[in-house]
């Protein structure tokens, strides 16, 4: 085990400082570690202390998952529980929040986009844009919707444009994080038809901390302002890998919509 984990660990420790774009001297300074002991570790020479560990993973802003797969490759143990379902006490305030966001469009998803739950406004405005509601999965996820010709994609005004903003927000996502998961749907929804093939590549260039999108099919037309929520204090699994997605009508035409099929549900 010794000796896997000294191979291990300092093939991980380059992996996240190659990443983030450090120099060995850059991480030195940062974690106030010198930059002999740093070479040290990254070369094998050197076994880290939990502390260590834990101190060049916060540094380096390791995702909650990576940072145990780093103490499990220095021989440690892992810190955080592989929990599946989140607390119930985080389960009762997502369950108030999507009630108090009625009739809007509200959505709660997985690090890879899987809908986790949904407003009932959601359900109603969605089931009224599927090209084709029998396709659709028993467990959809947020890009494949607004990807896939059978599901959102045509209901979307100026689908390029919002498709690119949410591709880049998938790859930088990727890039932060790794992870197969992410990978996996990167490469589904640029294997869909209409998705040029140049949105491979990583386009980290759109920043905006919001979204808008429009939707238009037959006499339903809809407008959003789309912000997105996570959680930053709790450090534990899943809370880091949760985000909640709030839509916010842009005018009265798409706030009366919503009423209405609120009521028709």
Partial sequence: MRCVANRLFPALLRFWRDRRGFSQLALSLEAD??????????????????????????????????????LRAAGFEARLPEARELPPEIDRALTQMTGQHEPYPLVVLSLDGTILRQSRGATALFGRLLAEPSALPARPDIYTLHFDERFLKPAVVGWESLARSMLSRLHHEALQRGGEELRARLDALTALPGVPEQWRAPDLTDTAPTLQVRYAKGAVRAAFLVTATTFVGPRQLPLDEVRIESCFPLDDETRALCEQLSRSA
Avoid at 57 to 68: E, I, K, T
């Fill in 33 to 70: 570690v010198s930059t002999r002991h740093l070479s040290f570790l990254e070369s094998g020479r050197a076994k880290p202390s939990e502390e260590m560990v834990l101190r060049l993973a916060s540094v380096l802003g390791v995702p909650l998952r990576d940072r145990d797969d780093l």
